[in-house]
């Protein structure tokens, strides 16, 4: 039986030529969310870490399925946001940067709502986004000259800004947060006659971009490389190969905005159907070049 680090080896993608292919906006439109075995994962707390040479990064991604909205939210065309939803908070350490993130989603259909991004460090910025009808609002923020140690409330170079949304894209826009909690929900569905794919409309940075996940068709079997806390360990995983790939909207599009957990370009994930999570997350981290992101320690939920 491999070990999970013998399986992260496996290099696997769909090339570069297809992340320069421009995808129509009615192929978006026909994008259909996953149908899933429940919207609320066993776990609620992962810890990742990544080491290349003398450069290390953690990140942690905690999942709550039903948390209040930020109250100030409002949108321009739709009156009200919902009081609640599910949400991703991720909190990361990469190079000196530390980044806290929260993302207010549709737990079923993916459907983005509220987006807040801070960090701090070697660079501080602010992002706050507001997915509406047909647009999504933003507002940025960075500190002048003696602000970098105030909270983001103080700094005083902020800017508001609005981004189109494609008019004839009909599938709900998520963002690629999201993406973490769809491929733990695929990896706990069988797979059925071979590799499936299936593509996920989101707003990464400034732009709709559209995201084509692929399950390869082959499971490998391994064995945890993780702590477990809140409940008992797996003894064997079964994991599946998944790869997302940015295309471009449009034929002046690019897929250079695309980001999950830091890294960038073509995603490879390996996820465990047992406890519906990644084990493994890899993709470009510059400088460092190609990194895999790993696993160290699950907390389940106490209903486990």
């Not at 599946?240 to 449009?250: D, E, N, V």
Request: proline fraction near 8%; charge should be negative.
């Amino acid at each position: 039986m491999p070990s999970l680090d013998l399986a992260q080896t496996a290099v696997f993608g769909l090339g570069r030529e297809l992340r320069k292919v421009a995808l129509s906006v009615a192929v978006l439109a026909a994008a259909v969310p996953v149908a899933a075995t429940g919207s609320e994962p066993p776990w609620q707390r992962l810890e990742f870490r990544a080491k290349k040479f003398f450069l290390s990064a953690d990140a942690a991604v905690e999942f709550d399925s039903t948390a209040p909205l930020p109250v100030a939210d409002r949108c321009e065309g739709r009156p009200s946001l919902p009081v609640s939803a599910a949400r991703i908070r991720i909190e990361s350490s990469i190079f000196g940067r530390r980044s806290q993130s929260s993302l207010w989603f549709d737990a079923e259909s993916l459907q983005a709502h509220v987006r807040v991004q801070e960090e701090r460090g070697s660079r501080n910025r602010y992002k706050r986004y507001t997915f509406c009808q047909g647009t999504v609002e933003a507002e940025r923020a960075t500190p002048n000259a003696g602000e970098a140690d105030l909270p983001v409330a103080s700094w005083t170079h902020r800017y508001p800004l609005v981004h189109e949304v494609p008019a004839e894209l009909t599938a709900p826009l998520s963002e690629p947060s999201a993406l973490l909690h769809l491929v733990g929900r695929l990896a706990a569905l069988q797979a059925e006659g071979g590799a499936a794919s299936r593509t996920v409309p989101v707003f990464s940075n400034s732009q709709v971009l559209a995201v084509r996940i692929d399950r390869h068709p082959e499971t490998i079997p391994a064995m945890p490389g993780f702590s477990v806390a809140g409940g008992p360990s797996p003894e064997e995983l079964t994991l599946a190969r998944f790869t997302l790939t940015p295309l471009a909207i449009g034929s002046d599009g690019g897929v250079e905005d695309f980001e999950l957990l830091g890294l960038e370009g073509e995603i490879e994930i390996l996820a465990a159907r047992e406890l519906q999570l990644p084990v493994s997350i890899s993709g470009r981290l510059p400088p460092a070049g190609r990194v895999t992101v790993r696993l160290r320690h699950v907390e389940l939920r106490e209903n486990q």
